[in-house]
Structures are given as structure tokens and as C-alpha cells.
């Protein structure tokens, strides 16, 4: 196992190392990656991970400037295809289990904090991929109009805020996508040793989320809540007034007992249940169709309501949070601060995808998608961790205080991590202090909501 005294680029680098020399039980065939190449399977993950958003014979290019070294595009994709992309995997969940002193949330007592959410990827479009979306010819739009079928993935991200990086991600078609499950079974996988917040937006609200993390040991919660026609009627009914209130919903999937007690009992919920969970099957209205629990319980929540300032239109409006966290501990104006952490995740997807080249793709093989996306998600881990390690010199009379560019550091990390480069790893600090960037505090600016950007193909890339 790696040495957690080494630094970030070493750490990864012994990852790699022990997985290529345990590579057999990632291949799909045996016997693959045993013979002597100069594409080795070392080889062939580095190149997967230094991956940026050009074409591919550039991005060999990049990393063999002696052409007598360099391989073919084809001899690099069919030396990843002997590859599962459970490796790359492995390799993102290993590097965050060697960060053995985790910076945590720190009030009356220490918390892990993570924010949850999710983000679409768009591969270039393959008719065979399972994650083809769309309409196909001659299924036309409302308008009338068709459109083209395209391939979209869902990622669904458990952030850790305080260490900058992605603790877990779980890929789902985006036509199929479940954030609510997803959200669930990343929680689950945590290390329940020790407390934890995960804080979400509007969407993953649910009588089921909230009694399946009250029931998980150390695990705490915020949740935002819509407060419009399809919210808790109780959430809608609430005053637009300042409040934090303690309230406990009696859930049931009998009918016939919520129509002969729904009267008598105003916080009484019926959920729709069945073995199998269709959302088709469900009217709008209905605030939760999955229920794993008993057919009567009681599920004790904690609500909180105040003012936050909306990016969207720039107006102050009455925000609702959900929680189980203590009020003693978190007061109402701990929880609009705590809230406001969640934006982290925010621009976190912003770095990974335009700094790391996480929109640009090199193939349409669902498997050589999950392979680049969790090399990104470990890439965006490694430079993280680097920056963090570097306390940067805030100047006397300085207007801002600075931090490291993100989008040079990945630069340096790439570099440094080819196989021409002859820097050791511990010059990433010299390289990275030379590149900082203002921190500019308290800006407002309206959120721009943009059409969203199709695949870029093979051929369209920048040379």
C-alpha cells in the first residue's frame, strides 16, 4: 500500500505502479498486458489519466515528444480496450482512503462535510451506448419538430468541501437517472466513525431520505425543500416569517387508514408504495413514491426557514432546510452559513470540466467513458490535494488574499506526471506558488442559464 507520509503525486504514482502489477485482475482476457511492451498497462493508465481535451494523436503528442517512442492512436485504444474500467475506479477510491487526516467542519464539535448533487456529461453520440437519450427519427417533439438522439451521462457526486475533492460518484444513464437512490447508496459507503453533514439542494427532499439518514449512525443532514404546489404541504403552509420548529410526519402506505384519519391527524402523509418503484406511475403532486421502512412510522425532522439571497434573480427570498442537526449546536443563522458551503460543488464542476477537460471525450464506448470520467474525478483529487498542501504568502496591504490557479495547477500536475519529464514530484510547490489568482469575496452576479453544450466530435478538436 502507498506510503501516506509521500505527497500527492507520489502517492498516485504508487497507486498505478501496484496496479499495473496486479493487472491481471483487471483485463478482460487473460494473458493480456503480459508480454514486454512499450505500452505497457502503467503505460496505458497514466496516458488515461493525463488525458486533456484535444485529439487524441495530439495528446500523444504531448506525452512522447521522440516520435521513436510515440504509438499509433489506434495502438493506444486497443491496448485501453484490454482494460475494464473498474481499475480507474479503484484507483479514485484507493487515493481518497490515503488522505489520513481529513480537514473537517469544525463548531461545538467536528463534522466531515459533504455536498451532494449531480452533473451531465455528453460522450459523442453512439447508437449502442446505454447512455443514448432522445428522440430518434420520426418520434417528433410537442412542436412537431424531431430532434436527434444523443448520449448524455449522469453524474451523481458526493463532494467533500472542506478537502476540495470528490469522495464518491455514482454514473447513471441520464433517461434513468435516480439521484435520490444515488444519493442514498453514497452516504451509505461512508465511514460512519465519524460525523458527517451532507448538504443538498431543492429535488432530494423525500420522506424516505430523511428517515433513511436519521437512521444511519452519525450521519446528519440539510436539505433544501420546495415551498410551490408540489412541496410538503406542511413546508407550504409555513408563515413568511423567520422560524425553526421541531415536527414529526406519521407515514403511511395504508389508503384506507390515511382517508378514515387524515382529518384528525394533519401531519399524517400516505406514500404510495410498491415492490417496484415506476415514477410514471405518480402525479406530480405525490412528494415521495419510494418507501423502505414500516407501514406506520413516524419520521422526526428538524425545519428551517429564512432569507437567503437568490442567484437566479438576485432578490431576497424565504428558503426552507430540512435537518436533524441540534439547534443548540447549529443555530438558524449557522444554518443559512452551513447552507451557503454547498456552493462549493458548484465550482468544483466548473474546474473539472473546463480546467480538466472533462466535457472533451476520446472515444463513444460506454467502458472507455467510465474510464475517463473516474481518471478525471482522481485528477481533480491529485491537484486538489497538491494546492492544499501549499500555504500560499497573503502580502501586507494587499487588496485580496490569493490562492493557487487551479487551472495552471493541473497544467503543472500533468506535466510533472508524463514519462519524459525529468522534474521530481516535489517541485509541484516551486511551479504552482508562481501562479495565483485573486480571491474576491462577497461578488453577486445573476446565474446565466446557457443552452447546453452538445459533444464536441473527434475531428473538431484543437490540434
Not at 298 to 319: L, Q
Given at each position: 500500500m502507498p506510503n501516506p507520509e509521500r505527497n500527492a503525486l507520489e502517492l498516485l504514482d504508487d497507486i498505478i505502479r501496484d496496479k499495473a502489477a496486479h493487472i491481471s485482475e483487471y483485463v478482460k482476457h487473460p494473458g493480456d498486458f503480459t508480454r514486454n511492451r512499450l505500452l505497457n498497462a502503467e503505460t496505458t493508465i497514466k496516458l488515461t489519466m493525463n488525458m486533456q481535451g484535444q485529439s487524441l494523436n495530439a495528446e500523444l503528442l504531448d506525452a512522447y515528444p521522440d516520435p521513436d517512442d510515440r504509438m499509433t492512436a489506434s495502438a493506444f485504444t486497443q491496448a485501453k480496450d484490454k482494460l475494464t474500467s473498474d481499475v480507474f475506479v479503484d484507483i479514485f477510491k484507493e487515493y481518497n482512503e490515503t488522505l489520513t487526516d481529513p480537514k473537517t467542519y469544525d463548531v461545538?464539535?467536528?463534522?466531515?462535510?459533504?455536498?451532494?448533487?449531480?452533473?451531465?456529461?455528453?460522450?459523442?453520440?453512439?447508437?449502442?451506448?446505454?447512455?443514448?437519450?432522445?428522440?430518434?427519427?420520426?418520434?417528433?417533439?410537442?412542436?412537431?419538430?424531431?430532434?436527434?438522439?444523443?448520449?448524455?451521462?449522469?453524474?451523481?457526486?458526493?463532494?467533500?468541501?472542506?478537502?476540495?475533492?470528490?469522495?464518491?460518484?455514482?454514473?447513471?444513464?441520464?433517461?434513468?437517472?435516480?439521484?435520490?437512490?444515488?444519493a442514498v447508496n453514497m452516504i451509505k459507503r461512508l465511514d460512519h466513525s465519524y460525523k458527517s453533514i451532507s448538504i443538498m439542494d431543492r429535488g432530494y427532499e423525500g420522506f424516505n431520505m430523511f428517515e433513511t439518514l436519521n437512521r444511519?449512525?452519525?450521519?446528519?443532514?440539510?436539505?433544501?425543500?420546495?415551498?410551490?404546489?408540489?412541496?410538503?404541504?406542511?413546508?407550504?403552509?409555513?408563515?413568511?416569517?423567520?422560524?425553526?420548529?421541531?415536527?414529526?410526519?406519521?407515514?403511511?402506505?395504508?389508503?384506507?387508514?390515511?382517508?378514515?384519519?387524515?382529518?384528525?391527524?394533519?401531519?399524517?402523509?400516505?406514500?404510495?408504495?410498491?415492490?417496484?418503484?415506476?415514477?410514471?406511475?405518480?402525479?406530480?403532486?405525490?412528494?415521495?413514491?419510494?418507501?423502505?421502512?414500516?407501514?406506520?412510522?413516524?419520521?422526526?425532522?428538524?425545519?428551517?426557514?429564512?432569507?437567503?439571497?437568490?442567484?437566479?434573480?438576485?432578490?431576497?427570498?424565504?428558503?426552507?432546510?430540512?435537518?436533524?442537526?441540534?439547534?443548540?449546536?447549529?443555530?438558524?443563522?449557522?444554518?443559512?452559513?452551513?447552507?451557503?458551503?454547498?456552493?462549493?460543488?458548484?465550482?468544483?464542476?466548473?474546474?473539472?470540466?473546463?480546467?480538466?477537460?472533462?466535457?472533451?471525450?476520446?472515444?463513444?464506448?460506454?467502458?472507455?467513458?467510465?474510464?475517463?470520467?473516474?481518471?478525471?474525478?482522481?485528477?481533480?483529487?491529485?491537484?486538489?490535494?497538491?494546492?492544499?498542501?501549499?500555504?500560499?504568502?497573503?502580502?501586507?496591504?494587499?487588496?485580496h488574499e490569493y490562492a493557487i490557479d487551479f487551472k495552471m495547477a493541473c497544467q503543472i500536475v500533468r506535466k510533472l506526471l508524463r514519462f519524459h519529464s525529468k522534474q521530481p514530484y516535489d517541485d509541484y510547490e516551486r511551479e504552482m506558488i508562481r501562479y495565483l489568482v485573486p480571491i474576491r469575496d462577497g461578488r453577486h452576479d445573476i446565474r446565466k442559464v446557457v443552452k447546453p453544450k452538445t459533444a464536441v466530435w473527434f475531428v473538431y478538436r484543437i490540434a
Open positions: 461545538v464539535d467536528s463534522y466531515r462535510l459533504f455536498a451532494v448533487d449531480g452533473s451531465d456529461f455528453n460522450p459523442p453520440y453512439d447508437p449502442n451506448s446505454a447512455y443514448t437519450v432522445g428522440y430518434s427519427a420520426g418520434h417528433p417533439k410537442k412542436d412537431g419538430s424531431e430532434t436527434k438522439p444523443f448520449s448524455q451521462v449522469h453524474g451523481n457526486f458526493l463532494f467533500d468541501i472542506e478537502n476540495w475533492s470528490y469522495q464518491d460518484c455514482i454514473l447513471q444513464p441520464r433517461k434513468y437517472m435516480d439521484e435520490r437512490d444515488a444511519i449512525p452519525n450521519c446528519y443532514y440539510a436539505i433544501r425543500v420546495k415551498q410551490g404546489e408540489c412541496s410538503i404541504r406542511e413546508i407550504k403552509n409555513l408563515p413568511d416569517e423567520e422560524c425553526d420548529i421541531d415536527m414529526t410526519f406519521t407515514i403511511t402506505t395504508n389508503i384506507t387508514y390515511y382517508k378514515k384519519h387524515k382529518t384528525e391527524n394533519p401531519h399524517l402523509h400516505y406514500v404510495k408504495h410498491s415492490a417496484k418503484h415506476y415514477k410514471k406511475e405518480y402525479s406530480k403532486n405525490s412528494h415521495e413514491s419510494k418507501w423502505d421502512f414500516e407501514d406506520m412510522c413516524k419520521v422526526k425532522v428538524r425545519i428551517c426557514k429564512f432569507r437567503i439571497n437568490d442567484p437566479d434573480t438576485g432578490k431576497e427570498e424565504w428558503e426552507v432546510l430540512i435537518t436533524n442537526l441540534n439547534r443548540f449546536e447549529f443555530k438558524l443563522k449557522d444554518m443559512k452559513a452551513l447552507y451557503h458551503r454547498r456552493w462549493s460543488i458548484e465550482t468544483s464542476f466548473l474546474e473539472l470540466k473546463y480546467a480538466l477537460g472533462a466535457i472533451q471525450f476520446h472515444s463513444k464506448k460506454d467502458e472507455f467513458i467510465r474510464m475517463e470520467l473516474f481518471a478525471h474525478f482522481t485528477m481533480f483529487n491529485v491537484v486538489s490535494r497538491c494546492i492544499k498542501s501549499i500555504e500560499v504568502y497573503q502580502g501586507e496591504g494587499n487588496k
